[in-house]
């Protein structure tokens, strides 16, 4: 989901590959197999914790100690699981495409551009699927309304920015849909590029990094499995640091020639704007970097104090749920 280096060509010289939208979406069925696979296995395991009492997100919500009962909030959080694990995957590879490359690679270059493009794909398609997991666990929820009101309300707090009112939700909900909402059109605009041109494709589609700033973002306010201090949610942090290290490299070094900074004023042309930008961007990358590292070292990750016996628990509608 992060920019691509160049439209994918076959490595051994002939004519290019098809890269449309349908051919990639026949490409990614082994793709969105393997994540419907890991959602599965993510799913069972959030269920056998809380059948144990081990689950961090039933001593947010309690009452979600029925596995059984509310089987599609936990689909829900294990498709937003596997989203983020895809769109971390494909974020890594864009930078891998569009910053200084490994001389070996166990693949061509023609192979992850493909693998990218189908795990963007994949990605997008299990954002929607927990969005829409929530969406059918808040129509069920609501059962005390009739079933047109019932839609609406879910309707209202899954899609529309601020529908949702109640804590940390007013925040965390709204990004994470800033996050899906975004990632559709940054996601598929590569299949337009020839119309609105080479440029203004990837100037755009450099913001998908944003989609998954937002991601990470709407899950450590709101991923009641990282709900608290510990391991869980320090290795989320943990798992940000490579993506910070290749959008440095990245910054540093772009693939494309006519994007690095030249020394002795040959990137007059361009302005000063864009050179200082260049530059504040990678100062910013060294201070994430720096940032991520410390979060990781002493342990202050932004979570809460997990509860002692006897505390009082938040409910579904103060908290989490994401």
């Not at 693949?107 to 795990?119: D, N, Y």
């Not at 798992?239 to 490299?249: M, S, W």
């Not at 704007?273 to 530059?279: K, N, S, T, Y």
């Amino acid at each position: 989901m992060s920019e691509l280096a160049s439209p994918p060509t076959d490595p051994s010289g002939g004519r290019r590959r098809p890269t449309g939208l349908r051919a990639d979406l026949r490409a990614a069925i082994p793709d969105a197999l393997a994540a419907l696979l890991v959602t599965a296995t993510v799913f069972v395991v959030l269920y056998a914790r809380v059948r144990a009492g081990t689950s961090d997100t039933v001593a947010v919500m309690p009452f979600l100690a029925d596995a059984d009962e509310y089987w599609m909030y936990w689909l829900s959080q294990a498709f937003g699981w596997s989203a983020l694990l895809w769109a971390w995957g494909t974020v890594v590879l864009g930078l891998l495409l569009s910053g200084p490359r490994p001389r070996r690679l166990a693949t061509s270059v023609a192979r992850i551009e493909r693998l990218h493009r189908t795990t963007s794909l994949s990605a997008i398609a299990l954002m929607f699927a927990h969005a829409l997991m929530f969406f059918a666990e808040l129509v069920r929820y609501e059962d005390e309304l009739g079933w047109a009101a019932r839609i609406g309300a879910a309707y209202l707090e899954t899609f529309v920015p601020g529908g949702y009112t109640s804590g940390t939700g007013q925040i965390a909900i709204p990004i994470g849909q800033a996050a899906m909402y975004l990632a559709l059109p940054l996601g598929l605009m590569f299949y337009a590029r020839h119309r609105i041109g080479a440029r203004t494709w990837r100037n755009l589609h450099r913001f998908v990094i944003v989609c998954y700033v937002l991601a990470v973002w709407h899950t450590l306010l709101y991923g009641t499995n990282v709900w608290y201090d510990g391991w869980p949610r320090t290795a989320l942090w943990l798992a940000q640091l490579p993506i910070a290290v290749l959008l440095l490299a990245r910054l540093l070094r772009p693939s494309r020639r006519g994007e690095r900074l030249r020394a002795g004023g040959g990137d007059r042309r361009r302005g000063l704007l864009p050179v200082w930008l260049r530059l504040a961007g990678r100062a910013a990358a060294v201070l994430v970097i720096v940032a991520l590292v410390a979060v990781v070292v002493t342990g202050r990750d932004g979570g809460r104090p997990a509860p002692g016996a006897g505390d009082g628990h938040a409910t579904h509608t103060e908290e989490g749920t994401g």
